[in-house]
């Protein structure tokens, strides 16, 4: 259970959650709402799914999108922008996984879905928040994982776009410096209801919290982490 203490404030500011109804996408959401700041929450899938756990209140404004598609990234983005004026924040929260296959095993379908929600949705959020984010100094975050330093057997795709997570970023805080600050960060397993139920015998206490990690997020957005830019910070708990 998080013990979090800190205190950010992001008043006036705006922020794009997205993956905003998964386990990490809502505490990010809540995390930021807490610090006062009007959180667009962006996912394909809505708050009234079934499996979604986002619960909107008045300062979290709900945007339907497939951020695989570049069009509908752009369009979801120039919306934000018509209903709130400017982009503070981007948090890059989409993500999924797959795993247990070797490479001469895995199916193209599987790494093109995690490439597209992994990679792709990052790199495509980016590209069309920058020039709003500029305007304000803003920050981009997004999750990359412990699991993307090194190869492994079993889920090497996901590694591998997780990996690729942590080289946009560097390369986004190189092509923005001065202008839009870019950080990662890198969690171990994450507590949440499907990794809980995918790993049921793990031992869940070495797990990290969804609010932990939504909190260094926020830390990497705030005047705290002014000089911070292009990092991969690890967010690993107790595991």
């Not at 797959?98 to 590209?127: C, F, H, Q, Y």
């Amino acid at each position: 259970m998080s013990t979090a203490t800190i205190e950010f404030d992001f008043d006036g500011t705006v922020a794009i959650v997205t993956g905003a109804c998964g386990a990490l996408g809502s505490a990010t959401v809540s995390q930021f709402r807490a610090a006062g700041a009007t959180v667009c929450a962006v996912d394909v899938v809505e708050p009234e799914d079934d499996d979604a756990l986002l619960e909107p209140d008045a300062g979290t404004h709900f945007y339907q999108a497939d951020l695989t598609e570049e069009s509908a990234v752009e369009g979801v983005i120039a919306d934000i922008l018509e209903d709130h004026g400017r982009i503070d924040h981007l948090l890059n929260v989409a993500g999924t996984w797959r795993g247990g296959s070797p490479i001469e095993e895995t199916e193209t379908d599987e790494v093109d879905l995690l490439l597209e929600v992994n990679l792709k949705t990052a790199m495509l959020a980016s590209k069309h928040a920058l020039p709003a984010l500029r305007e304000q100094e803003g920050a981009i975050v997004s999750v990359s994982a412990r699991s993307g330093l090194e190869g492994g057997a079993g889920d090497g795709p996901y590694r591998i776009t997780k990996a690729g997570i942590r080289i946009l970023t560097e390369t986004l805080a190189e092509e923005n410096r001065g202008e839009v600050r870019a950080n990662c960060v890198m969690p171990s397993v994450i507590d949440t209801p499907m990794n809980r139920e995918m790993m049921a015998d793990a031992d869940h206490d070495t797990w990290v919290d969804p609010e932990d990690i939504a909190e260094v997020m926020a830390f990497l957005c705030s005047e705290g982490a002014s000089v911070t830019s292009g990092g991969s910070i690890p967010v690993y708990g107790e595991a």
